[in-house]
């Protein structure tokens, strides 16, 4: 019996059994890329299929390439536009601005949490007491990423060459392979990135920011070189410029994936150089082990909320900041552009604006914003389930501090925060639109920006509501709602959907201020359902056992 | 007598089929410092959590110091420190900083008494947690603990990561608590701190609480171990009254006597013994004693505790 238990187990151990940590690591990263991989393949199929029906004659496509493809502001926010009269062209342009952006923002997390995120748990310690080295593991753990990525570019590529096969589509194969590496390329250039700060940050959290701060320099390097100002040098600057010189299905270059692979090669292999040069647990840039003590903010839970999340929530509001101020030095020249555009000035009017030029492109430029707020809140409510997930909420609960109290002061702070930064929004739009001479008041954009703040409000309160019902689905299903309404929000209106599909998207229920004057009654309808999902959630955690991973 | 520090009536805690813990009926005295041994998965972190109200009972009621752990969590929490086995902590504030904190969310702090533990722990407190050792973190949730000096102290294998020269200081700590009258609720594995430290002790198997005593009356309820020599052969004493698990090595047997050794003492007197020892079962005899006869059969879930 003994002597067929070994056996077993070492029958499990695989064939290489010096492989554990890749064999782990794609493991853990396989999964979330199918998924991706098949949202990515049925965004771009729902692109294609939406704008085909929608523009079918040659006229309609002509006049949307003449307001769309044109327009500055469009352009820096998600890309130029070639050939977008085409399905390929709009196909492509619409896929590879957004794609490229959350596959490089999922790379860079994957990579920082399977690499740093791992060594800080401790994992790699029990195995690299096995049939490894740093450096060996270091590769072990791309190759698993590599696994990830392969399986994201496969599953996209048979979801797009099977959309793609649809006669009103038609994308052919090889087309459909390219654009999947094309989607994909971002993801791996910042999958090295995030390998790369994995290495010189001791924590995942120091990591990420290294990564998430270099994403946000390529992107607004990109955004600056599409603006029309004169800077498109600046493209070749950029990892995200090369993603948008490939051109997949209008006018491939496929030698812009030299670039690509050389960023992804060299960055792969200094993190390994420097993995085998740092002791485990120690990062290349030297930590700081011993600090003085501050001791502000540590007066209670809400406090040390406040204090723990003060680093991700100035990230967020920076980034706000200056995706406001782009927009707001763009308007002007972009309303423009809008206000020639009759089709356009109809959709407005039908959401019932009776402004136009700037103030209509800064109202639909704010969506970015929305879902940048949508994030803020599904990061936090996941910050707030890792707390009890890891062990460190029963530090607090175990001593005088009601659970209402810890989950109250918590999404205050939150809600506060997520004011902050609507309003951060308005106002550095604002700014930016004043500077330009755009012509828009302080009093509308400060307003744009508070109604940023109910979706976001909504999003906080149903994931508070999973929190205290089903804690471990939090990050599942607040992500999941976000990324449905963003889906919703990109496609649906080109689509033309039925308005009971546009209503399932929380974003789809704010008013496009300032473009139009936000609808309180409905944000005060968004804000109470937030509030009682809440309060419906804060009852389940009052009443539940906490629960680790 | 008082109310008592902790008391359990019928208390149980079941996932789905399977019971962590089943109608723990369980009563410790103001001043007690009480040991609950079980191996992992028999239920002593379920008990705990449950004392915290970190976790609802399925059955039963659990109050401390008259308080309902259930019903008023934040009154109970008033009287008592707890300690997990694994100190996960904010990785990013240094040792003294969590120290502050601690202390502040638990309203009373004896300062003084923290900087002389942080003395005794040898612990830097400059240095941020994400730099700690396992030992080091330990050392820092047990000062936490420690420095509020609080009615009752619920330790949940405490020093689990700490050396033995701050294990020396470990006991040495809830000694001092002892006799200034705090109540300690030790679980654990380790039957030397146990033996040690602790008045009475819990025995704990497959979420059922199987013994629980001084250490007299366990030993005195389990069987005495007896070494005889013999001079000539050996007698058959597997007839004797209360003689069990007898084993013969030459002219040397072992037996266990459970009661009185009257028979045992009379055959012997009759059989030339020629040397004769004995002695009571060790705190880990008794624990392998309870234990021994169901090896194999935990079955609990990884978070039973």
Sequence with gaps: ?549 | MGVPAIQSVGLSKRYGDFYALRGLDLEVARGEVVGFLGPNGAGKTTTIRLLLGLIHPSAGTAEIFGLDCHRKPVEVHRHLAYVPGEANLWPTLTGGETLHLLGQVQGSVDPIYRDELIQRFDLDASKRVRTYSKGNRQKLILIAALMTRPDLLLLDEPTSGLDPLMEQAFRHCIHEAGERGQTVFLSSHILSEVEALCDRVGILRDGILVDMGTLAELRHLSSLTVEATFDRSVPDLSRVPGVNSVEIEGRVVRCQVQGTVEPLLKVLAASGVHELLSHEPSLEELFLAHYGRTSGSDGSPPDAG
């Design chain 1, 1 to 549: 019996m003994q002597g067929e238990r070994i056996v077993t187990q070492s029958q499990s151990t695989g064939r290489w059994p010096g492989a554990i940590i890749a064999r782990e690591t794609a493991r853990h990263a396989v999964r979330p890329a199918a998924m991706w991989g098949t949202i990515f393949g049925f965004y771009v199929g729902l692109s294609a299929y939406g704008y085909a029906s929608s523009y079918k004659t040659a006229a309609q496509r002509h006049f949307f390439a003449k307001t769309f493809g044109t327009d500055v502001g469009i352009n820096a926010i998600i890309g130029p536009a070639h050939q977008i009269q085409t399905v390929a062209g709009f196909t492509a342009w619409r896929s590879l601005g957004v794609l490229s952006i959350v596959g490089a923002v999922w790379g860079l997390l994957a990579g920082t949490r399977l690499l740093r995120g791992e060594e800080e748990a401790g994992r790699w310690e029990l195995l690299l007491a096995g049939q490894t080295t740093r450096r060996g593991a270091a590769v072990q753990a791309l190759a698993g990423l590599a696994a990830g990525l392969l399986t994201l570019w496969v599953i996209m590529a048979i979801v797009v060459t099977g959309v793609g096969r649809l006669p009103e589509v038609h994308i052919a194969p090889s087309s459909a392979l390219l654009l999947a590496a094309a989607a994909v390329s971002g993801t791996a250039m910042f999958l090295a990135v995030g390998a790369l700060a994995s290495q010189l940050a001791p924590t995942r959290r120091q990591a990420a920011s290294y990564a998430g701060g270099a994403l946000g320099l390529a992107y607004a390097t990109r955004m600056v070189a599409d603006s029309g100002a004169g800077l498109e040098w600046l493209r070749w600057t950029t990892p995200l410029g090369w993603v948008e010189e490939l051109q997949p299905l209008t006018s491939p270059h496929p030698l812009m994936f030299l670039p690509i692979a050389g960023l992804v090669g060299a960055f792969s292999c200094i993190a390994v150089y420097l993995a085998g040069g740092r002791d485990l647990g120690a990062s290349t840039i030297a930590d700081r082990p011993r600090t003085k003590a501050h001791l502000r903010l540590l007066s209670g839970p809400a406090a040390l909320t406040a204090r723990l999340v003060r680093p991700v929530l100035s990230g967020w509001l920076v980034a706000i900041a200056l995706t406001g101020l782009m927009m707001g030095l763009i308007s002007k020249s972009a309303g423009r552009a809008l206000s020639d555009s009759s089709s356009f000035g109809q959709m407005i009017s039908m959401l019932g604006a009776h402004k136009g030029g700037a103030s209509t492109y800064l109202g639909v430029a704010f969506l970015v914003a929305a879902v940048m707020m949508a994030f803020v809140a599904a990061g936090q409510i996941g910050t707030a389930r890792g707390e009890e997930a890891s062990g460190r909420l029963d530090h607090l609960l175990a001593r005088p501090i009601a659970r209402w109290r810890w989950l109250g002061g918590r999404l205050t702070i939150i809600v506060g925060a997520l004011v902050i930064v609507g309003l951060t929004a308005g106002l550095s739009a604002w700014i930016g639109s004043a500077l330009q001479g755009a012509g828009v008041s302080l009093a509308s954009m400060l307003a744009a920006g508070l109604n940023l703040v109910p979706p976001a409000v909504f999003l906080l309160g149903i994931g508070t509501l999973v929190f205290g019902v089903k804690p471990r689905a939090v990050s599942a299903v607040v992500y999941g709602i976000l990324a449905w309404s963003f889906l919703i929000e990109i496609v649906g209106g080109i689509i033309r959907a039925n308005h009971w599909l546009l209503d399932t998207s929380v974003l789809h229920q704010m008013a496009a201020a300032p473009a139009v004057n936000p609808d309180w009654t409905a944000n005060a309808i968004l804000v109470t359902l937030g509030i009682a999902s809440a309060f419906v959630g804060g009852f389940g955690f009052l009443h539940r056992d906490l629960v680790g991973d």
